[in-house]
């Protein structure tokens, strides 16, 4: 992995293959939250029960992705440095809204706004499974996750927060997602439009989902 990184073109290649699986995550993710807002029957905790639960993903898929996310955002952080001190001098006439749109020249704050909202959400959600299940130790209760969901939306700032995170998320994945395929070689005349397309849809269509979901959380309260 050390030499597979230590060239350029070796942590783009990674940087993209960690983004495509956090791509992967987010459909999922949202799969399942998008659940929560059949009802407080609903398959929501049900489904919540079998991802907090089963050993496989517990002990296995989320180590991978904690490991996906900390080093994507390291990785991330290490092409922007790289790409700085490459061009330790800018040059005098430089217009770099000519040939690059604004998200694309600065992935670097919205990736610091995402990883801030991150902190938020482990805390959120993350951390609380973590009190619950094995500082306190209590018994695995099937109907307890909606209702604490539900509550999390209960405070209108939260709300807000949310919002404006995945708004920028939205951002992030609009120049990320044709970037990561980029960065493997998946670029061709024909195809390049198609995952361009298939990019900004994505990239609308996650956010949206998700700031819905907090939303209607919001809104349902009583």
């Not at 993710?29 to 398959?43: C, E, F, Q």
């Not at 922007?80 to 061009?87: I, T």
Request: zero cysteines.
């Amino acid at each position: 992995m050390a030499g597979f990184t230590s060239s350029t073109i070796g942590r783009k290649y990674a940087m993209a293959l960690s983004a495509m699986f956090l791509l992967l995550f987010l459909i999922m993710h949202l799969s399942v939250n998008l659940l929560s807002v059949l009802g407080k029957d609903g398959p929501f905790n049900a489904a919540s029960e079998f991802m907090g639960y089963n050993p496989l993903i517990q002990f296995f898929m989320q180590p991978i992705l904690g490991f996906a996310v900390i080093f994507h955002f390291v990785m991330g952080f290490v092409l922007e440095l790289k790409n700085r001190s490459a061009r330790p001098v800018k040059y005098g006439m430089n217009n770099g809204a000519a040939n690059s749109s604004w998200m694309s020249r600065n992935m670097i704050i919205s990736g610091l706004v995402v990883l801030a909202f991150l902190g938020l959400h482990m805390y959120d959600f993350w951390w609380h499974e973590m009190n619950f299940k094995y500082i306190e130790g209590n018994t695995p209760d099937q109907f307890r996750f909606w209702p604490e969901l539900h509550e999390k939306f209960a405070n209108l700032w939260r709300v807000v927060i949310y919002v404006v995170a995945f708004v920028l998320l939205g951002l992030h994945l609009a120049h990320g997602f044709q970037s990561s395929f980029q960065s493997i070689g998946a670029r061709h005349p024909k195809y390049t439009p198609v995952i361009k397309a298939i990019g900004n849809w994505y990239s609308i269509l996650i956010p949206a989902g998700f700031i819905f979901i907090a939303l209607y959380h919001f809104l349902t309260q009583q």
